[in-house]
């Protein structure tokens, strides 16, 4: 099976983040979206996260820049539905970015035609040896970012840049999801939480000590920067001495 940690992260990691609050959802987007046209006109590597909440972001990137040729675009997790499903993450990124586009970047897509298990291992042989220059992660509800959810065993996993998650939360299907070992890996991991229903899990995540009830808080990069974009009501719970 996997090799798991043994010992919890040092607690003092939760406070390494560079936090930017934006004005409102839109501004929020506009932020994230200003990364992702920095890594298209420079070329590079970006990781792309699923759910309602980044596709403003994308929407507002492929206005800004519609030649993405030099740019390799993985995904943070996948559902194990079909391509075309709306709950998929890839579909979200042809809907909202790859559609505008003159020029694609290359897509390597989680191949979830294969059981979960095998798409993990695919994905993670794959992934070896990428630099990962940009990644972008959500925060769910619960304090889940990927497919990481609270006391999952995926949050122990050391040895692997992929692995098999079952469903934390709605829709309940299996998933695949980048480690924490790969998504710390970032040169610069970028968070965006929007929303008052953000503001709880954001004070967790990005203004308390590292907790395995809060995955979000144990995702930071190694030798880079971490930045939480939010809006003011996604950041009205946190100190002002954590900004």
């Known amino acids: 099976m996997w090799a798991r940690r043994t010992h919890p992260p040092p607690s003092d990691r939760s406070q390494a983040v560079e936090l930017v609050v934006s004005a409102d959802p ?11 046209v920095d890594v298209a006109t420079e070329g590079g590597s970006v990781v792309l996260a699923g759910g309602s909440t980044p596709r403003r972001a994308y929407e507002l990137a492929a206005a800004a ?43 390597h ?21 990428v630099k990962l220059d940009l990644v972008v992660l959500g925060l769910g509800a619960d304090g889940h970012t990927a497919s990481l959810f609270p006391e999952a065993p995926a949050l122990d996993v050391v040895d692997r840049l992929v692995v098999e998650a079952e469903a934390g939360l709605e829709p309940f299907v299996d998933r695949v999801t980048l480690t924490i070992p790969a998504l710390e890996a970032g040169a610069h991991v970028v968070f965006l939480a929007v929303g008052t229903e953000k503001a709880e899990p954001a004070r967790r995540a990005f203004g308390e000590k590292a907790s395995r009830a809060t995955p979000a808080s144990l995702v930071r990069s190694r030798l880079g920067t971490t930045t939480a974009i ?10 002002p001495s954590s900004s």
């Open 26 to 36: 839109e501004e929020a987007a506009a932020e994230v979206a200003r990364l992702l």
């Open 65 to 107: 820049q519609p030649y993405w040729g030099d740019v390799d675009i993985w995904f943070g997790d996948e559902r194990c539905v079909p391509a075309d499903d709306p709950r998929s993450n890839l579909q979200l990124v042809r809907e909202s970015f790859l559609k505008e586009l003159v020029v694609w970047p290359r897509v």
């Open 109 to 129: 897509p989680i191949p979830i035609e294969l059981p979960a298990a095998e798409a993990a291992e695919a994905y993670d042989a794959v992934l070896q040896g």
């Open 230 to 239: 939010l809006d003011r009501a996604a950041a009205s719970l946190l100190r």
